[in-house]
Antibody, heavy 119, light 110 residues
Framework: QVQLVQSGAELKKPGASVKVSCKAS????????IHWLRQAPGQGLEWLGT????????KNAQKFQGRLTMTRDTATSTVYMDLSSLTSEDTAVYFC????????????WGLGTLVTVSS | QSALTQPASVSGSPGQSIIISCTGT?????????VSWYQQHPGKAPKLTIY???NRPSGVPDRFSASKSANTASLTISGLQAEDEADYYC??????????FGTGTKVTVL
C-alpha cells in the first residue's frame, strides 16, 4: 500500500534551518510528483512547492522563493524539504503529499511533521 | 495568491444536506477544472474527497458530490452523518502553475 513516512518533530531557533524527510513506498517513486504543504496551529492548509517526478525539478510558491529547497534521493525513494531563515511564523505541521501526474490533486499524504520555531 | 474563500462553519442535522462554497477568481477556480476537496479530522492528515471538480476517489461515499460555476466551486454532503464532522478545504491549480487552498470550513453535525 502507498505510504509516505515523514521524519520526526523538530524544535528550531529563529534564523535556523530545518530539513524534513518523506520516504515513499508502495508505488514507483519516479512516476509521481511530491508536494510539500503546511498547516500552522489552528489555521488552514498552505502549498509550499512541488518536486516533479521525471527530472526532479521543482516549483515553489513565490512566498518561499529563496529559502525553500526540495531535493530527492531516488535510491531510497525519499524527498527532502529544507526551509531556511526560520521565524515563529514557520511553526506548523509540514505534510508531504503525492500527486498523480496531471491529476492536480493530492491523493496520499504523510502524517505530518511538527516544526516549532522558538527561542 | 490569496486564499480561496470558504464559509468558516456550516452545520446540519443527521440526514440533512449541506453545501460548502469555495470562491476564487478567474486565475484559479474559474480558470480550469482542477478543483479538489479535502476532509480533515482533528489531528489527522487531510484526505482527498473530490478531484477535478466533481470526481470521487475510490472509497469516498456517494453522499459527497461537487460542482463548479464560474469562480465558485461547491461541495455537497447529502444524508449528513456523524463521521462527516470535520474541516473541509477546497484547493485549485492556478494559472501561475501553483496551488491555492481555501480558508477551510468546519462542518458540525448537530
Amino acid at each position: 500500500q502507498v505510504q509516505l513516512v515523514q521524519s520526526g518533530a523538530e524544535l528550531k531557533k529563529p534564523g535556523a534551518s530545518v530539513k524534513v524527510s518523506c520516504k515513499a513506498s508502495g508505488y514507483t517513486f519516479t512516476s509521481y510528483h511530491i508536494h510539500w504543504l503546511r498547516q500552522a496551529p489552528g489555521q488552514g492548509l498552505e502549498w509550499l512547492g512541488t518536486i516533479f517526478r521525471s527530472a526532479g525539478n521543482t516549483k515553489n510558491a513565490q512566498k518561499f522563493q529563496g529559502r525553500l529547497t526540495m531535493t530527492r534521493d531516488t535510491a531510497t525513494s525519499t524527498v527532502y524539504m529544507d526551509l531556511s531563515s526560520l521565524t515563529s511564523e514557520d511553526t506548523a505541521v509540514y505534510f508531504c503529499a503525492r500527486e498523480t501526474p496531471s491529476s492536480y490533486c493530492f491523493d496520499y499524504w504523510g502524517l505530518g511533521t511538527l516544526v516549532t520555531v522558538s527561542s | 495568491q490569496s486564499a480561496l474563500t470558504q464559509p468558516a462553519s456550516v452545520s446540519g442535522s443527521p440526514g440533512q444536506s449541506i453545501i460548502i462554497s469555495c470562491t476564487g477568481t478567474s486565475s484559479d477556480v474559474g480558470g480550469n477544472n482542477h478543483v479538489s476537496w479535502y476532509q480533515q479530522h482533528p489531528g489527522k492528515a487531510p484526505k482527498l474527497t473530490i478531484y477535478e471538480v466533481r470526481n470521487r476517489p475510490s472509497g469516498v461515499p456517494d453522499r459527497f458530490s461537487a460542482s463548479k460555476s464560474a469562480n465558485t466551486a461547491s461541495l455537497t454532503i447529502s444524508g449528513l452523518q456523524a463521521e462527516d464532522e470535520a474541516d473541509y478545504y477546497c484547493a485549485s491549480y492556478t494559472t501561475s502553475n501553483t496551488f491555492v487552498f481555501g480558508t477551510g470550513t468546519k462542518v458540525t453535525v448537530l
